[in-house]
C-alpha cells in the first residue's frame, strides 16, 4: 500500500542529499544492463557500477542502452550514474524521492517521469504498488524500480532471442513496450480484483455475515490504490503522445507515437472499468445495508403485530384479574369459557384485519 506523503523540517545544507525513502529497504541493489543493436547484444549484471563501467564505455554509436537498477537502497550509485551519463543530479534525486506526486519533465535533451505500477498477485487480500522511473535520452533508457520483480522479463527475453522489432527500434520503442508490460500488468491484476468483486456481489445477496462488509472496504481500498497508480500513467502516455518532438527531445520517432495513443485510450479503458468495479463495491455496500433494514423492519413488524394482538388480550385479563368483591362476571357459570371465547374471536378477527391490510 502506499504511504502517506510526508516531509522533514530539517533541511540539510547540501543541495542534494543521497537518502532513498522507501519502504523496501532491505532489497539488495541489484544492476542490469543490456546493449544491443540489430546484429548483436550483450547482456551484464551486477552489484557494484564499477564492474559494468568498462562495458558501458565500449558502448558504439549505433548502441541502444537499457540500464535498470533493481533496489534504491544504495544512494552511491546515483551521482556514478549522474556523472557517466550526463544527467542531472536534480533529476536522479527525485527517483530517490519516491512519495511524491508522479510528474513527466524534459530538460536539457532528455525525458524523465515517475509513476507506480501493481503487482499482479495480491498479499493478504491487499495490493502491492510498487514506484518506477524512467530517464530516457538519445539511445539511453534508464529504469529505476523500487523492488526487484520479473514485470520487463518478458522483454528482456525478446531482446536476447531477437524476437519481434525492439533490436531494430531505438528507446522510444522500448519506453513503449515497458509502459505496455505495466499497463499489462495492471489487467491482470485487475482481473483479480475482479474476481473477487465478483465474489462478494454473490455473498452479498445470499449472506447477511458482517465479514462481507469487510470485503468490500478491503477490495474498495485495493480499487482506490490501482486509480491511484493508474492516474500518473495516464498523464505520462498523454504528455508523451503531446511532446514537441523537434523542439523539446528528438529521440521520439514520429512513427511511434501511434503506439502511445494505443496506449492512453487503454490506459483509460482500465480506469473506467477501476471506477466501475468501485461502484459496484459501492452498490453492494448499500444493497446490504438496505437488506439488513429491510429484515430489521420485518423483525420489527413481527413483534408489532404480536403485541398490539396481545394487548387487548392483557387488558381483559387485567379486569378479571382485579379483586373486587362485586363483578358480576365473577360468579357466571360459563364465564371462563365465555372470556377464552372472545379472547380467541379477537386474535382471529385482527389476525384477518392484518391480512386484509397487507401488513404481514
Known amino acids: 500500500m502506499s ?35 540489430e ?24 548502441d541502444m542502452v537499457w540500464f535498470n537498477i533493481h533496489g534504491l537502497n544504495d544512494p552511491s550509485i546515483f551521482p556514478k550514474i549522474a556523472a557517466f551519463f550526463d544527467v542531472p543530479l536534480s533529476t536522479l534525486n527525485e527517483v530517490l524521492i519516491i512519495s511524491r506526486r508522479s510528474r513527466v519533465e524534459t530538460q536539457e535533451g532528455l525525458l524523465f517521469f515517475n509513476l507506480k505500477t501493481t503487482v499482479s498477485q495480491l498479499f493478504e487480500d491487499k495490493i502491492e504498488i510498487i514506484p518506477i522511473s524512467f530517464i530516457i535520452k538519445d539511445n539511453l533508457l534508464l529504469s529505476f524500480q523500487d523492488k526487484k520483480n520479473a514485470l520487463f522479463e518478458h522483454i528482456r527475453e525478446r531482446i536476447r532471442t531477437k524476437v519481434g522489432s525492439v533490436r531494430r527500434k531505438q528507446e522510444d520503442f522500448l519506453l513503449y513496450l515497458l509502459l505496455e508490460a505495466i499497463t499489462e500488468n495492471t489487467f491482470l491484476s485487475l482481473d483479480e480484483i475482479e474476481d473477487k468483486v465478483d465474489i462478494i456481489l454473490n455473498d452479498t445477496k445470499k449472506s447477511h455475515n458482517i465479514a462481507i462488509l469487510n470485503a468490500i472496504q478491503y477490495q474498495s481500498n485495493n480499487l482506490n490504490e490501482m486509480k491511484r497508480a493508474m492516474l500518473p500513467l495516464k498523464d505520462v502516455v498523454f504528455n508523451i503522445r503531446n511532446i514537441n518532438i523537434n523542439e523539446e527531445v528528438k529521440f521520439l520517432d514520429p512513427v511511434n ?20 468495479d468501485i461502484k459496484q463495491l459501492d452498490n453492494a455496500s448499500n444493497y446490504y445495508f438496505s437488506m439488513q433494514s429491510h429484515r430489521m423492519n420485518n423483525i420489527m413488524k413481527v413483534l408489532t403485530i404480536v403485541s398490539v394482538i396481545f394487548m387487548p388480550l392483557t387488558f381483559i385479563v387485567g379486569v378479571y384479574g382485579m379483586n373486587f368483591d362485586v363483578m358480576p362476571e365473577l360468579r357466571y357459570k360459563y364465564g371462563y369459557y365465555t372470556v377464552m371465547i372472545v379472547m380467541f374471536l379477537l386474535v382471529v378477527i385482527m389476525v384477518y384485519y392484518f391480512k386484509r391490510k397487507r401488513w404481514f
Not at 24 to 35: A, G, M, W
Not at 257 to 276: A, C, G, P, S, T
Request: avoid cysteine.
Open 257 to 276: 507515437q501511434v503506439y502511445f495513443n494505443r496506449m492512453y485510450h487503454k490506459v483509460l479503458e482500465i480506469l473506467d472499468q477501476i471506477d466501475y
Open 3 to 37: 504511504k502517506r506523503v510526508k516531509t522533514k523540517t530539517i533541511k540539510t545544507v547540501q543541495p542534494y542529499t543521497w537518502e532513498y525513502n522507501g519502504v523496501y529497504v532491505d532489497e539488495p541493489t541489484d544492476l542490469q544492463v543490456f546493449i544491443y543493436n
Open 39 to 62: 546484429e548483436r547484444y550483450i547482456e551484464k549484471t551486477a552489484q557494484r557500477f564499477e564492474d559494468i563501467l568498462p562495458l558501458l564505455q565500449s558502448v558504439n554509436e549505433n
